[in-house]
């Protein structure tokens, strides 16, 4: 399957013209005029201090600003709802090589990925942080831990949600198994999205208060900030004889 994809890699879920040779899900056109973020591994940047007393976090960093309709808004549509599972594998590989070279994964001991419900599970036959996670590990060689926390109720959709209703939402959802197991490591907790933090708040305190954590989602909520994007040019360079993405800033 991967080899008659790689043949015929398809059409860009945002602009829909045929992609060529090295790109996969997303064109490179429409990859250097998404909102990516400032972040880049900065330490106590924005997203990171909406951790602070929460949570003890060390780290963490969201690839693009999230916008309603957007094309940013494409992309994680066609992740969670479009049945486009590798959109996540690709943009969580781009994610871990901005990072690479700024120390963000100098301590991590595992990745792991939010989980989802058994129900949305069975709905969507996959958990799209864990798709991205597996992009970050490709990169990184960080082992991925998808057994170590469940979420025990099916909370609803936070979409709508104020900042106070998504807190009690989340709140108890999640149960670790062996938290002794988790005392002292440093985790990367990884999610699609984040908007107040609530549901990553509440992923990080069921491991208790002895487990460090670090951050990243492919996106940011516009709402929660007045982040600033840059533009970008893409090249296409190789490396190892396989093409990746390369973003710089022009």
């Not at 690709?90 to 700024?102: D, E, K, P, Q």
């Not at 609803?156 to 149960?175: G, M, P």
């Not at 999205?193 to 940011?220: D, Y």
């Not at 994007?229 to 360079?237: C, S």
Request: overall charge neutral; glycine content about 6%; some cysteine.
């Amino acid at each position: 399957m991967n080899f008659w994809r790689e043949l015929m890699p398809g059409r860009c879920i945002v602009c829909h013209h045929a992609l060529h040779s090295g790109e996969h899900d997303i064109c490179y056109q429409c990859l250097s005029t998404l909102p990516f973020t400032r972040i880049d591994g900065k330490e106590e940047n924005l997203l990171e201090r909406l951790f602070w007393e929460q949570i003890p976090i060390e780290r963490a960093s969201a690839l693009f600003t999230y916008i309603q309709g957007a094309q940013s808004h494409q992309i994680l549509r066609h992740l969670k709802y479009l049945s486009r599972p590798s959109v996540g594998i690709s943009l969580g590989r781009l994610l871990a090589r901005r990072l690479i070279g700024t120390g963000f994964f100098d301590t991590i001991s595992l990745i792991v990925p939010v989980p989802l419900s058994a129900e949305r599970m069975k709905i969507r036959g996959y958990n799209q942080a864990e798709r991205i996670a597996t992009g970050i590990a490709e990169v990184t060689d960080l082992p991925i831990d998808t057994t170590c926390i469940i979420r025990v109720a099916d909370n609803k959709t936070q979409t709508s949600l104020s900042r106070q209703e998504r807190i009690n939402n989340v709140k108890d959802i999640f149960h670790v198994k062996y938290p002794e197991q988790y005392e002292g490591k440093h985790l990367l907790l990884v999610d699609d999205v984040v908007t107040t933090g609530s549901t990553l708040i509440a992923c990080g305190k069921a491991f208790g208060s002895n487990t460090r954590f670090s951050i990243l989602t492919l996106a940011l909520a516009a709402s929660f900030s007045e982040i600033p994007y840059r533009k970008i040019v893409v090249t296409d360079e190789t490396e190892n004889g396989e093409g990746i993405i390369i973003l710089k800033d022009q």
